[in-house]
């Protein structure tokens, strides 16, 4: 079992900068894939980006590389999404999940075994 807390989220105005974290417990990442996904009201979750814990490397949803940057911290077990440029239309709740998702696959939800409680991120114009 894995236990996920996102923190860091919160209000910004535009072309503002947050960080968001998420810290598990329960168990390591170690052998997962950890994702970001964001949903905003009255519409389906959207994928965000991955990192591949054990090899570094991460996978962005379209149009999301430019401004979303996720990276780990293995001391402290735990995947930071930083956004930056942020835009009205970046509001939405902001989940981290945790799973084994096979290769191109990562932007789908049903990929993922254990989701975190999300944390709001609400951008001013």
């Known amino acids: 079992q894995v236990q996920l807390v996102e923190s860091g989220g919160g209000l910004v105005q535009a072309g503002g900068s947050l960080r968001l974290s998420c810290a598990a417990s329960?168990?390591?990442?170690?052998?997962?894939?950890v994702a970001w996904f964001r949903q905003a009201p009255g519409k389906e979750r959207e994928f965000v980006g991955c990192?591949?814990?054990?090899?570094?490397?991460?996978y962005y949803g379209d149009s999301m590389k430019d401004r979303f940057t996720i990276s780990s911290d293995n001391a402290k077990n735990t995947v930071y999404l930083q956004m930056s440029s942020l835009k009205p239309e970046d509001t939405a709740v902001y989940y981290c999940?945790?799973?084994?998702?096979?290769?191109?696959?990562?932007?789908?939800?049903?990929?993922?075994?254990?989701w975190g409680q999300g944390t709001q991120v609400t951008v001013s114009s």
């Open positions: 999940a945790v799973g084994r998702p096979p290769y191109g696959s990562w932007r789908y939800t049903s990929q993922y075994d254990y």
């Open positions: 329960g168990r390591t990442f170690s052998r997962y894939v």
């Open positions: 990192i591949n814990w054990n090899v570094g490397l991460t």
